[in-house]
């Protein structure tokens, strides 16, 4: 069998064949496939032609531009990985060229261990990329739910954690408050897993009495105890080449952690009744809306449970952290409510989107699930305005600026500070903030404003 690993394909473009000749020497010595193209026309011919891992761009094309060439690959494939190559005059428009989308830049004459060191970390960007791509698809065709694959940060990290523990069979502990979807991660950890086919076995440890729980989760043989007419098989048993998911596991007696502790390390346990032990094959996944690491510490858990299931760690953020969220959720919500009431509510007012922004939400995803659905419940018009939605919270609002002017305050603020914090120095403001000389005058002028000013203030901070 043939266990040669995949090479990666590199796209290299310079209209210097002798630099394109050494780089790709030195690239195929390292393992890459280097395809190269002299003239922007031939490398649109390579990417149409065959699939690019990565491209290595040269800044100065003859009749072209390498930020033009990256643009047209993005038109492509736009997860394709771009390194922009540039001579030392050049730097600030190859900074330009990864505010436009390149994957990073390095400097002629090249210092090979750093191409290397660049080409690796961005076909490894690429990669995660493409599975966090595989999530989304997942969580899209399985659930139909889009906006839990959020915009903000939190929830992006949140799911680049999840693509990671995916590859791995190691347990997970999901923790977080009540209502952020922690039982929707477990699942979507469990399908984009190589345990996909496999089942997805659910014990809520809050739900289920003390005296059920063992029976409920190691099965038991006809005649273990007062009306076992039947045996029956546990969740862990049911649970066999897939996930068992125990939610809540905080919730669990002590005197169970002790005897779910010893399936998890041996993976084996006796029915209630029975002396033979039943064998498993089980990826076990946890969540709790404590931190178990308290718990530990109060005596409510086990030490040595709480390692063993805290090998990964993935942490959901409250729904008050992930405000930009907010208007996707709700409005996810409100096309799957009309759908169902066969309603036509069409839009929250911005007065509405407003105030669920800046409600606190203790009660988080399931509280704005169960707000939208009252509110597209009791709507009489199109529209669902600020008074059809929490009607009886408390919720303080801030009036909430046009973007233009946002966007001008934060101009205004950012160039005084930056002025402040460089006494007027141009050329190291510049720097700072990435900006070209020529474009803080221009704002200077746009606000009114004189750099003597902040000269001025060296001055008199020196007196």
């Not at 523990?165 to 923790?175: G, K, L, N, Y």
């Not at 209630?272 to 530990?296: C, E, M, P, W, Y």
């Not at 996707?328 to 409510?337: D, G, K, Q």
């Amino acid at each position: 069998m043939n266990t040669k690993k995949k090479q990666r394909r590199i796209l290299a473009v310079d209209d210097d064949p002798n630099l394109l000749q050494v780089v790709k020497m030195r690239l195929e010595a390292e393992g890459y496939h280097v395809v190269k193209a002299l003239t922007q026309s031939d490398a649109m011919n390579v990417a149409l032609e065959e699939h690019v891992d990565l491209a290595l761009v040269d800044l100065k094309l003859a009749g072209a531009t390498g930020i033009g060439l990256m643009q047209e690959l993005h038109r492509i494939n736009p997860q394709v990985p771009v390194i922009i190559y540039t001579g030392h005059g050049t730097i600030e428009s190859a900074v330009e060229a990864m505010r436009r989308g390149a994957y990073s830049y390095v400097v002629k004459p090249f210092d090979y261990s750093e191409l290397l060191h660049q080409i690796k970390n961005g076909l490894e960007h690429a990669s995660l990329t493409a599975e966090l791509e595989r999530v989304r698809n997942s969580i899209r065709r399985l659930y139909g739910y889009e906006n839990v694959v959020a915009k903000g940060k939190k929830m992006k990290a949140v799911f680049r954690q999840v693509a990671h523990a995916a590859q791995t069979d190691s347990s997970v502990c999901i923790e977080g408050e009540s209502g952020t979807g922690k039982e929707l991660i477990a699942k979507i950890l469990h399908l984009i897993s190589s345990r996909r086919d496999g089942p997805f076995v659910i014990i809520n440890c809050a739900a289920i009495p003390e005296t059920l729980l063992e029976s409920e989760l190691f099965g038991y043989e006809r005649g273990a105890f007062t009306g076992a007419t039947v045996s029956k098989k546990g969740l862990f048993a049911l649970a066999h080449k897939g996930t068992i998911f125990l939610d809540e596991i905080s919730e669990m007696p002590l005197s169970m952690q002790a005897k779910v502790l010893r399936v998890i390390q041996e993976k084996e346990f006796f029915p209630l009744g029975s002396d033979k032990t039943v064998k498993v094959d089980i990826r076990l996944v946890a969540s709790s809306n404590k931190s178990l690491k308290d718990q530990v510490e109060r005596g409510y858990f086990r030490e040595d449970l709480y390692y063993r299931i805290h090998v990964i760690l993935i942490q959901l953020p409250p729904l008050r952290e992930r405000r930009e969220d907010i208007p996707l959720l709700a409005e996810y919500f409100r096309i799957h409510f009309c759908q169902r009431m066969n309603k036509n509510v069409i839009r929250f007012s911005s007065a509405a989107i407003n105030k669920l922004i800046q409600y606190s939400w203790p009660g988080n995803i399931r509280e704005l699930k169960n707000t939208v659905e009252n509110a597209v419940v009791m709507a009489t018009g199109d529209v669902v305005d600020d008074n059809a939605v929490l009607k009886n919270q408390p919720v303080r609002l801030i009036p909430l600026k046009p973007y233009k002017g946002a966007k001008k305050d934060f101009e205004k603020k950012y160039l005084i500070d930056l002025f402040k914090y460089t006494r007027g120095n141009v050329s190291w403001a510049a720097k700072l903030s990435g900006k070209y000389r020529s474009d803080l005058y221009d704002w200077l002028k746009k606000y009114d404003m004189s750099i003597d000013e902040f000269r001025q203030e060296k001055n008199s901070l020196s007196i």
